[in-house]
């Protein structure tokens, strides 16, 4: 690349939320084309993965697979092999059937509610990739009662920044960032340059903090939160991210961050570990290569701050 590369940086919005493409080469036409092929894709997949949208695919899936076998689309059906292993693998932190409890919590609603016992015991009645069965060699799902829903919101968006990595390279781009919803980046090469692309890592009690400036290379990292998405009853505060294994919000993490070579891997496990000990964390880490985390754990006797663990970086600390 010479001294002078072209520039072109993209915003566009999918998923209920914003991608942002930021990439160097040597020719602006051969940028402007490849993002063009990377939008359209996005915009496929957005309608492929939607449970809002009646004629996606997903929702074509949720509707029928209780009663037959669905065929499935072959990058739809590998989203949905590595769901059920990270499911299994995780030991039921990571969930694409928690849809029933996410509409009992109502949290695809701007204010949430708190389900009673009974609302909650029917939704996880119907929640568990027990009751997905895939098919290899025809390439289909089956659910084996009635009532089970798919939510790729755990997912979709790590499929879709590797799906927009591949459109990049498979057009000669070396030098790319992209950013989906500020929770799931993917570092192709690095700028000119630089050694790699800057990510911070948020400070959960403040946001205009960071408590980690890591630079990456072809990598990836997404963090989930509990400060993306909340309500408040009684004084009782409940994040949006659902422990499958209890049906309740998750509380004492703050965030997870992970890094690992796919976004697939890191949007899922980020979600996973929010939910998981730092022991089950890091056993998993263990156990997979070329993955490490960053766990926020609120300290629940010192208002104001945390604890850091870091898998696979430096010992635990306290941070304010």
């Known amino acids: 690349m010479d001294c002078n590369p072209a520039f072109l940086e993209v915003h566009h919005r999918a998923m209920a939320t914003e991608f942002s493409l930021l990439l160097y080469g040597e020719n602006k036409a051969r940028l402007h084309w490849a993002v063009e092929l990377a939008l359209e894709e996005i915009d496929r997949l957005e309608h492929q993965m939607s449970v809002f949208d009646i004629t996606s695919e997903i929702s074509g899936i949720n509707a029928r697979a209780a009663e037959e076998e669905v065929i499935v689309e072959p990058g739809l059906f590998g989203v949905l092999q590595f769901s059920k292993q990270i499911h299994e693998e995780t030991g039921g932190a990571f969930d694409i059937t928690i849809h029933p409890l996410v509409r009992a919590w109502q949290f695809f609603r701007k204010a949430g509610?708190?389900?009673?016992?009974?609302?909650?015991?029917?939704?996880?009645?119907?929640?568990?990739?027990?009751?997905?069965?895939?098919?290899?060699?025809?390439?289909?799902?089956?659910?084996?009662k009635p009532g089970i829903e798919i939510n790729l919101g755990g997912v979709g968006k790590g499929h879709a920044v590797d799906v927009i990595t591949g459109i990049l390279r498979r057009n000669g781009i070396t030098s790319a960032f992209i950013n989906a919803g500020g929770s799931t980046f993917y570092a192709l090469g690095a700028p000119p340059e630089r050694d790699g692309w800057q990510v911070g890592i948020r400070d959960p009690l403040n946001l205009e903090r960071h408590v980690e400036v890591l630079h990456l290379t072809d990598?990836?990292?997404?963090?989930?939160?509990?400060?993306?998405?909340?309500?408040?009853?009684?004084?009782?505060?409940?994040?949006?991210?659902?422990?499958?294994?209890?049906?309740?919000?998750?509380?004492?993490?703050?965030?997870?961050?992970?890094?690992?070579?796919?976004a697939l891997e890191t949007d899922a496990s980020s979600t996973a570990f929010f939910g998981m000990s730092v022991e089950e964390a890091g056993k998993y880490c263990d156990s997979h290569g070329g993955i490490s985390a960053i766990l926020c754990m609120d300290e629940i006797e010192s208002v104001g701050h945390f604890r850091i663990e870091k898998i696979g970086f430096k010992n635990p600390r306290v941070t304010g």
């Open 113 to 144: 509610t708190v389900p009673d016992a009974d609302t909650l015991a029917e939704a996880l009645s119907r929640t568990g990739m027990d009751h997905v069965h895939l098919n290899p060699e025809r390439r289909t799902v089956r659910f084996d």
């Open 219 to 262: 990598r990836s990292l997404s963090t989930s939160g509990n400060y993306e998405r909340f309500f408040t009853v009684e004084g009782k505060v409940y994040c949006h991210i659902l422990n499958p294994r209890t049906g309740y919000p998750v509380c004492g993490m703050l965030s997870a961050s992970v890094l690992a070579p796919t």
